[in-house]
């Protein structure tokens, strides 16, 4: 075998690894490989967020349709720490910050860290 051989054996296998990353592009597009999906285009369930906690255990909300819980993943195994949260109806913090300055005061509480005022 002399070297040419060599470099014709080399470009195929380059053309076809190319040819294997085209149709993996073109099926991705294609939307093949997701799952099946019950003919619906929203998902229906997801991971909100992620908190790790320490170097085994991680925090981790999860939705499902309008309803999300939380639960703590560990290499020992999982434990659910709240179910049901509910998705509709939930303030933003803006929201509660604009109640919360909305509500009455008293001469008696210290003034509110939100106004800028510092608490005596």
Do not use: C, W
């Amino acid at each position: 075998m002399n070297v040419t051989t060599y470099l014709q054996f080399a470009a195929s296998l380059v053309f076809v690894l190319a040819l294997i990353g085209v149709a993996a592009v073109l099926a991705r597009r294609l939307g093949f490989g997701q799952g099946v999906r019950g003919g619906s285009s929203t998902r229906r369930l997801g991971i909100v967020e992620v908190l790790p906690l320490d170097g085994r255990r991680r925090l981790v909300l999860l939705r499902r349709d309008e309803t999300e819980h939380l639960v703590i993943l560990s290499a020992s195994g999982e434990q659910l720490i709240e179910a049901g949260i509910s998705r509709t109806g939930r303030d933003t913090f803006a929201t509660t910050l604009a109640r919360a300055e909305a509500l009455p005061t008293n001469d008696s509480q210290p003034a509110s860290l939100a106004s800028g005022a510092s608490p005596k």
